[in-house]
């Protein structure tokens, strides 16, 4: 749309809708049911609409509805892991109890994450929740390299997972879900020859994969927040090749790319901002640009687009507000990058 203001109401209206009835089009996304209300739930946050529209207590007690719990203690180191699934349908049993591979019925480190994060942004307390299953069992999806794979019954592994896992342990106050040394060093291989990360060791470095690993390191303690403005002598990162990758995402048009020679997405304007925020690095940012390209993707009905011109979804929608948070959009809560959601739900107030 042509307009140059934040349709804030717009976005309200946009989420709101979301919140009572998806599209049908979101119908290959059941499985990822809590990932989606994570999206609107935390929007409707930055939006500062979630106390009007939003049944709190309904919203946790769904929530934990999802979680698995082991039968008896013993069963926590069976190898499986027991977070939360990502949506009812992914909670019934499978039809061949002699393939386990192929059930859907098994919980997975993102939704884990979406889950606390949905608690803590309705203000449920998260230490009345059983979180001794999770991190114990949690530490069985961790690989000899430091990597974590998503599910117990095996899958790729790469920076994604690492954060989900330091994202759970850093809400709940306990790290002994994972082993940060061994996490540690998987992230570090992960950083390129040109300074950005790859998802996994050897690969292209991407904008997603960067955050994961920048954001991982900071919420273990090993990079310092705004490390560029302390003069640190030192980081077990190489801050400026870094910065320099990072600086140079933001393409001629005012948006970020996730990886050199790609077009402008939406969601990079929080990826990368994110990790120039936490580098002390987003003075850097050329803002009015990026407010500008943000504008082209900002949809007549609410939401935004992953490029300009094209419907808005959820996912670009939730971004697009992250990024406007962060442009520091009057009438947007300001936004603790480092778990994507608002300062005050992640402080718990």
Sequence with gaps: MDSELFERD?????LQMMYQLLPSPYQSQEINRLTLAYFVISGLDLLNALDRLVDKDAVATWVLSLQAHPRSTAELNNGQFYGFHGSRAA??????NDNEALSPSVSNLASTYCALALLKIVGYNLSSIDSESILTSMRNLQQPDGSFMPIHTGAETDLRFIYCAAAICHMLGNWTG????KAKEYILKCQSYDGGFGLVPGSESHGG???CGVTSLRLMGFIEDEILSKNAPSSV?????????????????????GRPNKPSDTCYAFWIASVLKILGGHKFIDKKALHGFLQTCQSEYGGFSKFPGELPDLYHSYYGLTAFSLLEEPGLNPLCVELGMTAIAAMGI
């Excluded at 717009?10 to 946009?14: A, D, E, L, S």
């Excluded at 990162?237 to 048009?253: G, N, S």
């Design 178 to 181: 994972m082993d940060k040394e």
């Design 91 to 96: 909670q019934f049993p499978p039809e061949d």
């Design 237 to 257: 990162i190489d801050v400026p090749l870094l910065l320099d990758w990072c600086v140079q995402r933001q393409a001629a048009d005012g948006g970020f790319q």
């Design 209 to 211: 994969a960067t955050y």
């Design 10 to 14: 717009r976005h309200v209206t946009f």
